[in-house]
């Protein structure tokens, strides 16, 4: 094991401890878990044309050709290729594909985690239409399986799985919540035992924007909805979907899932977090088993139907030249596409769009976990500066997006470079235009 | 039995051979895995996923306008080699008799004059894209032995049929001998690397549109 290799692994958490071999075992039969005919087929499907490269934030930043998104799951491409494609017996018999090795794996860990956002932008230039960030996801789901899941993201999706809120707090969620509610003056809606809606916070919100807590609570008590956050399933962030860990994704979700169950909750309603709203939408009916039951939906979807329904209003906003980030999972790979548009139309917003918005928007760069793992930092910061190039070019002085974690990210890189723009929720925004007294949905 | 009446005999009928089984082995390699259905609910009707499918089919031909910056002269070279490709293999006249000969159908060919400059042209376009691969970093670090080898069986059927048309090097019968067991190597090879991709690109283009139009995102 070279030293480089030595001393990420040294860097990894307790729990993660495993042998070369046992690493190399478990990748593989992570990976091999999922191949499908589907996965298969994009594997099979790669020309080497290395046309992705040219749509990921990490390669346009730095020109360095390891951040070629498709590369990202070499080990696994050649690993498909020697252990399960057509040619496979071939391949080993001859030796045209050597066996994937722990030091391989172990460097990839900053190819697959530190250095992928899991945006999907790839996965919209490909010319032979190959879903790159879905390999990606799957390849994290391996490097979980070998215990190569970054430090940071496998403990918070520990403490998540094992306890509901991926860290630690003073005072537990539910406390901080009531208190948040108390601060602002606005009823929190909490444990009733029915509603047709089931709410949930991302836990940024809870440590950094407690202000968009209440904006949630406001417009839902505004609306009059029935509905309610529940003390056991608060957090709405999916740190297992993050770390790779598809078990664990799995138990977190159905924290969720469960609680919306028990309310018969018609509507689980996703806050203002990109990843919650795919693991959720997107993956959770898969995770359980089945079709969910109930709804599940971005509060912006949420309230934009609410405004064609005529039960929500929304006074002007005087917000001058604004400019929205798209976040990625809600956009690119969600479909929420035009509900945020609808809401800032509504308060008379007429937006000065990024460079690349709406689906070919630019990740916010703190996206896939990217945020939490220390040792990315510097890369991260590098590969924001297009983004926040591309905002200060449109004039806008207000600033709006609909992803906490995405907030949390443009406010670090507001510190980090003395930036002087201040990322703003579209929720909260709302929350502060309500007029009319709102009625039942 | 000359060069010539092994290469399109039986070294073409067992090309061919290779070829049909060796396709149907990597199709069904993986279309035999399991196919899991995806159990969240869809955002739009089936009908806008095989729009969305068939859509994306045809606008994946092209960069969305976002990435033409950064990618519109990669793609524009690649697209034209396939293009000249195409010309030269479909629409000339021999090319047309043989084909007709193993289909039975037949349709009208480009004067031979013409095709000889669009092979000229192409066979440039090939090199240009081989020095590209050889000095892009991110093409280079892709590469293979696959890449390579296709770049090279397919540039070799280009090099010996304009040989046998200009009848250089050697008498036309073993310049044609020659030309046609490039293809017989090329049909051997098609299977076993990515020039399968004639074959991958419209259903893989079609799922991933299907896919996104399901959710109601952009493909």
């Given at each position: 094991?070279?030293?480089?290799?030595s001393?990420?692994?040294?860097?990894?958490?307790?729990?993660?401890?495993?042998?070369?071999?046992?690493?190399?075992?478990?990748a593989?039969?992570?990976?091999?878990?999922e191949i499908?005919?589907l996965?298969?087929?994009?594997?099979?499907?790669?020309?080497?044309c290395?046309?992705?490269?040219?749509?990921?934030?990490?390669?346009?930043?730095?020109e360095?050709?390891?951040y070629?998104p498709?590369?990202?799951?070499?080990?696994?491409?050649?690993?498909?290729?020697?252990?399960?494609?057509?040619?496979?017996?071939?391949?080993?018999?001859?030796?045209?594909?050597?066996?994937?090795?722990?030091d391989?794996?172990?460097?990839?860990?900053?190819?697959?985690?530190d250095?992928?956002?899991?945006?999907?932008?790839c996965?919209?230039?490909?010319?032979?239409g190959?879903?790159?960030?879905?390999?990606?996801e799957?390849?994290?789901?391996?490097?979980?399986?070998?215990g190569?899941?970054?430090?940071?993201?496998?403990?918070?999706?520990?403490?998540?799985?094992?306890?509901?809120?991926?860290e630690?707090?003073?005072?537990p969620?539910?406390?901080?919540?009531?208190?948040?509610?108390?601060?602002?003056?606005?009823?929190?809606?909490?444990?009733?035992?029915?509603?047709?809606?089931?709410?949930?916070?991302?836990?940024?919100?809870?440590?950094?924007?407690?202000s968009?807590?209440?904006a949630?609570?406001?417009v839902?008590?505004?609306?009059?909805?029935?509905?309610t956050?529940?003390?056991?399933?608060?957090v709405?962030?999916?740190?297992?979907?993050y770390?790779?860990?598809k078990?664990?994704?799995?138990?977190?979700?159905?924290?969720l899932i469960e609680?919306?169950?028990?309310?018969?909750?018609?509507?689980?309603l996703?806050?203002?977090?990109?990843?919650?709203?795919t693991?959720?939408?997107?993956?959770?009916?898969?995770l359980?088993?089945?079709?969910?039951?109930?709804?599940?939906?971005?509060?912006?979807?949420?309230?934009?139907?609410?405004l064609?329904?005529g039960?929500?209003k929304?006074?002007?906003?005087?917000?001058?030249k604004?400019?929205?980030?798209?976040?990625?999972?809600?956009?690119?790979?969600g479909?929420?596409?035009?509900?945020?548009?609808?809401?800032?139309?509504?308060m008379?917003?007429?937006l000065?769009?990024?460079?690349?918005?709406?689906?070919?928007?630019?990740?916010?760069?703190?996206?896939?976990?990217?945020?939490?793992?220390?040792?990315?930092?510097?890369?991260?910061?590098?590969?924001?500066?297009?983004?926040l190039r591309?905002?200060?070019?449109t004039?806008?002085?207000?600033?709006?997006?609909s992803?906490s974690?995405?907030?949390?990210?443009?406010?670090?890189?507001?510190?980090?470079?003395?930036?002087?723009?201040?990322p703003?929720?579209?929720?909260?925004?709302?929350?502060?235009?309500?007029s009319?007294?709102?009625?039942?949905? | 039995?000359?060069?010539?009446?092994?290469?399109?005999g039986p070294a073409l009928?067992?090309?061919?051979v290779?070829?049909?089984?060796?396709?149907?082995?990597r199709?069904?390699?993986?279309?035999?895995?399991?196919?899991?259905?995806?159990?969240?609910?869809?955002?739009?009707?089936?009908g806008?996923?095989?729009t969305g499918?068939?859509?994306?089919?045809?606008?994946?031909?092209?960069?969305?306008?976002?990435?033409?910056?950064r990618?519109g002269a990669?793609?524009?070279?690649?697209?034209?080699?396939?293009?000249g490709?195409?010309?030269v293999?479909?629409?000339?006249?021999p090319?047309?008799?043989?084909l007709g000969?193993?289909?039975?159908?037949?349709?009208?060919?480009?004067?031979?004059g013409l095709?000889?400059?669009i092979s000229?042209?192409?066979?440039?376009l090939?090199?240009?894209?081989?020095?590209?691969?050889?000095?892009?970093?991110?093409?280079?670090?892709?590469?293979?032995?696959?890449?390579?080898f296709?770049?090279?069986?397919t540039?070799?059927?280009?090099?010996?049929?304009?040989?046998?048309?200009?009848?250089?090097?050697a008498?036309?019968q073993?310049?044609?001998a020659?030309?046609?067991?490039?293809?017989?190597?090329?049909?051997?090879w098609f299977?076993?690397?990515?020039?399968?991709?004639?074959?991958?690109?419209?259903?893989?283009?079609?799922?991933?549109?299907?896919?996104?139009a399901?959710?109601?995102?952009?493909?």
């Open positions: 094991m070279s030293d480089a290799t001393a990420l692994v040294a860097d990894l958490a307790p729990g993660q401890e495993k042998t070369a071999q046992a690493r190399v075992a478990g593989m039969r992570g990976f091999a878990q499908g005919a996965s298969a087929f994009r594997l099979e499907s790669c020309i080497h290395g046309i992705c490269a040219d749509a990921c934030h990490f390669y346009i930043a730095t360095d050709p390891q070629t498709i590369w990202k799951v070499e080990p696994f491409k050649q690993a498909y290729k020697r252990e399960a494609s057509p040619f496979a017996p071939l391949y080993r018999l001859l030796g045209l594909k050597r066996e994937v090795t722990a391989e794996l172990v460097k990839w860990q900053h190819l697959l985690f250095s992928c956002n899991m945006c999907g932008r996965s919209l230039i490909c010319p032979m190959i879903d790159v960030a879905a390999l990606i799957q390849a994290r789901h391996a490097m979980f399986d070998a190569l899941a970054p430090k940071e993201l496998y403990q918070k999706a520990a403490h998540q799985r094992a306890t509901g809120q991926p630690p707090s003073a005072e969620y539910r406390e901080q919540l009531l208190a948040i509610g108390k601060r602002f003056g606005v009823e929190i809606p909490l444990d009733k035992p029915e509603a047709a809606v089931m709410l949930c916070v991302p836990r940024t919100d809870i440590e950094h924007y407690p968009a807590v209440a949630l609570a406001r839902m008590q505004h609306l009059g909805a029935s509905c956050f529940r003390s056991d399933a608060l709405a962030e999916n740190y297992g979907y770390a790779g860990g078990s664990w994704q799995r138990d977190i979700s159905m924290r609680q919306a169950l028990a309310l018969k909750a018609k509507t689980l996703v806050p203002e977090c990109g990843h919650a709203y693991a959720l939408r997107w993956e959770a009916a898969d359980y088993g089945k079709p969910l039951p109930f709804e599940v939906r971005h509060v912006t979807e949420f309230l934009a139907d609410e064609v329904a039960r929500l929304l006074a002007r906003a005087a917000t001058g604004t400019t929205f980030h798209d976040p990625c999972q809600l956009v690119r790979k479909g929420v596409n035009d509900a945020p548009r609808a809401l800032m139309h509504a008379g917003i007429e000065d769009e990024l460079k690349n918005h709406g689906g070919f928007s630019f990740c916010c760069g703190g996206g896939g976990g990217v945020l939490d793992i220390e040792r990315a930092a510097p890369l991260r910061y590098r590969t924001m500066e297009n983004k591309e905002i200060d070019d004039g806008a002085g207000t600033f709006l997006t992803c974690d995405c907030r949390r990210t443009f406010d670090d890189a507001k510190s980090h470079f003395s930036w002087d723009k201040t703003h929720s579209l929720l909260e925004l709302v929350a502060s235009q309500l009319g007294t709102g009625s039942a949905p | 039995m000359d060069l010539l009446a092994f290469a399109r009928e067992a090309a061919l290779i070829f049909c089984v060796g396709v149907a082995w199709i069904a390699g993986f279309a035999l895995l399991r196919l899991r259905r995806d159990l969240n609910k869809p955002r739009t009707p089936i806008k996923w095989i499918g068939l859509m994306t089919v045809g606008s994946r031909s092209w960069p969305h306008p976002e990435f033409i910056p990618t990669g793609e524009a070279l690649g697209y034209s080699y396939h293009i490709l195409f010309i293999v479909g629409l000339f006249g090319h047309i008799a043989f000969s193993l289909f039975g159908i037949s349709w009208p060919g480009l004067p031979s095709i000889t400059v000229v042209l192409t066979l440039t090939f090199l240009a894209v081989l020095f590209r691969r050889l000095t892009h970093p991110v093409l280079r670090m892709l590469s293979n032995f696959d890449d390579y296709s770049w090279f069986v540039a070799l059927v280009l090099v010996t049929g304009l040989a046998a048309t200009a009848h250089i090097g008498p036309y073993t310049l044609l020659v030309h046609i067991l490039s293809v017989d190597l090329l049909l051997v299977p076993c690397g990515k020039l399968m991709h004639a074959f991958y690109l419209v259903p893989s283009r079609a799922i991933n549109g299907a896919h996104l399901r959710k109601g995102a952009i493909s």
